[in-house]
T-cell receptor, first 113, second 116 residues
Framework: DAKTTQPNSMESNEEEPVHLPCNHSTISGTDYIHWYRQLPSQGPEYVIHGLTSNVNNRMASLAIAEDRKSSTLILHRATLRDAAVYYC??????????????FGKGTHLIIQP | GAVVSQHPSWVICKSGTSVKIECRSLDFQATTMFWYRQFPKQSLMLMATSNEGSKATYEQGVEKDKFLINHASLTLSTLTVTSAHPEDSSFYICSLVARSSYNEQFFGPGTRLTVL
C-alpha cells in the first residue's frame, strides 16, 4: 500500500471543527482513501472512505484534493468522545478481493473541554 | 456497520502455555478475516489473513506454527498463540470485511494478552 503522512498530534477545543490532514503523494489510481480511528484500549473503528469526490456521513466529512495527493478528515463539531488516534490509510481496490490494512502512526487528536 | 466480538477481552497466562482467541461476526458472514497485533504505543501490524475454508496466509516475519489460525465458519476465526512467551504479550485485534468493493474493515474490540 502507498504511504501516507500525518501529523503526530493535533489539539482542538470541544464543539469546534477539526481538520485532520493526510498527505499521500504516491497514491495510485485504484487506491481508496480510508480513515479509521482508535479510541484507547479499543479496536479501530471505520470512519469514512472515498476515491475522488468529497464524502459525507454521520461521523465526518472527507475532502479529497483534486490531484488526490492529499485529503482532510473533517469533524464538524468535536466532542470529548472524538479524542482518539486517527489513521489515514490507502487501500487498493482489487475487484472484490480484500487486503489487510497498513497502519501508519496516525494523528493523536486531543480535545480540550 | 458489522458487529465483531472477541473472546476473551483479556487473558493472563504463564510462559509456555497456549492461548486461544476467538473472533466472531455477529450479524453477517465474512469470508475474510484479518488478525493484527499492537504493541504498547505502537500502531497495528497485520499478522495474517484468514480465509474461510482455506489456510491462512501470514505476513513476513510472523511464525505460522506459533500463531495458528483457524477460520472454521463464515462467522468464526480463532487465533491460537502456542507456547506463549512474554514477548508475545500484546493487544490482538481481528477485523472482517463485508461483501463490499471498498475494503472497509470492521474491527473487534481486541484481546489483551499478558504472558508472565
Amino acid at each position: 500500500d502507498a504511504k501516507t503522512t500525518q501529523p503526530n498530534s493535533m489539539e482542538s477545543n470541544e464543539e469546534e471543527p477539526v481538520h485532520l490532514p493526510c498527505n499521500h503523494s504516491t497514491i495510485s489510481g485504484t487506491d481508496y482513501i480510508h480513515w479509521y480511528r482508535q479510541l484507547p484500549s479499543q479496536g479501530p473503528e471505520y470512519v469514512i472512505h472515498g476515491l475522488t469526490s468529497n464524502v459525507n456521513n454521520r461521523m465526518a466529512s472527507l475532502a479529497i484534493a483534486e490531484d488526490r495527493k492529499s485529503s482532510t478528515l473533517i469533524l464538524h463539531r468535536a466532542t470529548l468522545r472524538d479524542a482518539a488516534v486517527y489513521y489515514c490509510i490507502l487501500s487498493a481496490y482489487s475487484g472484490g478481493g480484500a487486503d489487510g490494512l497498513t497502519f501508519g502512526k496516525g494523528t493523536h487528536l486531543i480535545i480540550q473541554p | 456497520g458489522a458487529v465483531v466480538s472477541q473472546h476473551p477481552s483479556w487473558v493472563i497466562c504463564k510462559s509456555g502455555t497456549s492461548v486461544k482467541i476467538e473472533c466472531r461476526s455477529l450479524d453477517f458472514q465474512a469470508t475474510t478475516m484479518f488478525w493484527y497485533r499492537q504493541f504498547p504505543k505502537q500502531s497495528l501490524m497485520l499478522m495474517a489473513t484468514s480465509n474461510e475454508g482455506s489456510k491462512a496466509t501470514y505476513e513476513q516475519g510472523v511464525e505460522k506454527d506459533k500463531f495458528l489460525i483457524n477460520h472454521a465458519s463464515l462467522t468464526l476465526s480463532t487465533l491460537t498463540v502456542t507456547s506463549a512467551h512474554p514477548e508475545d504479550s500484546s493487544f490482538y485485534i481481528c477485523s472482517l470485511v463485508a461483501r463490499s468493493s471498498y475494503n472497509e474493515q470492521f474491527f473487534g474490540p481486541g484481546t489483551r494478552l499478558t504472558v508472565l
